[in-house]
């Protein structure tokens, strides 16, 4: 049971333009959403996170959207850069435990000069 | 400098034969969480430990054993490989504050034949 799902395995945009990568979960007591990001052969590293008290996170040009709603998270990078091909992971937590986490499958972003 | 070691970084062993995976941070974290990742499934947590001595079972523990004798150390040992075990395997830390980042090691590549 996948409780955290990305759709899209890969996604290609060209270089300046907006990257959006998008989550669906499904466990309605997570109230905090995290973005990993994934280069070859290094572990994930942390990204942009949102609580679900709020519906917009903005980090320089990574913004992360929640729609609690439709649990339905995205991530908007603009403008994209070929340094940002990665694979993107959604996580998510729930309770107390704020440290243990959901990961989706992730998403490969492929950023094309 | 910050950081979570593995070691080691890639292994090849056989059916049977077991081993144990190191996990070592320096930054005093009380939680440390071990994961793998497989194609289209993304990250899954194995087991996690929330302090010395305290220590729980994550979504996919079965053929897996961890312990943590010392706050900076979380192995995690596999008595039987076997080879559904192959597996791109990562170390995580962090601290016990709600939705504190986790920071996760460089990854280790195992191969059961």
């Known amino acids: 049971d996948q409780q955290v799902k990305q759709n899209s395995p890969s996604l290609s945009v060209q270089e300046g333009r907006i990257s959006i990568l998008n989550c669906d979960y499904t466990n309605s007591m997570f109230d905090y959403f995290l973005w990993y990001k994934k280069y070859p052969a290094e572990g994930p590293t942390f990204l942009i996170s949102i609580s679900s008290i709020k519906d917009k996170n903005e980090d320089g040009r990574f913004t992360v959207f929640l729609n609690k709603s439709a649990k339905h998270l995205s991530l908007h990078i603009v403008p994209s850069q070929p340094g940002d091909s990665a694979v993107y992971f ?3 937590s729930e309770g107390p435990s704020g440290s243990r986490l959901t990961f989706g499958e992730g998403t490969q972003l492929t950023v094309n000069p | 400098e910050a950081q979570v070691t593995q070691n080691p970084r890639y292994l090849i062993t056989v059916t049977g034969k077991k081993l144990t995976v190191t996990c070592s941070q320096n930054m005093n974290h009380e939680y440390m969480s071990w994961y793998r990742q497989d194609p289209g499934l993304g990250l899954r947590q194995i087991y996690y430990s929330m302090n010395v001595e305290v220590t729980d079972k994550g979504d996919v523990p079965e053929g897996y054993k961890v312990s943590r004798k010392e706050k900076r150390n979380f192995p995690l040992i596999l008595e039987s490989p076997s080879p559904n075990q192959t597996s791109l395997y990562f170390c995580a830390s962090s601290g016990w504050v709600r ?9 280790t590549r195992l191969l059961v034949l």
């Open chain 2, 99 to 107: 939705g504190e980042t986790q920071y996760f090691g460089p990854g």
């Open chain 1, 90 to 92: 959604c996580a998510a």
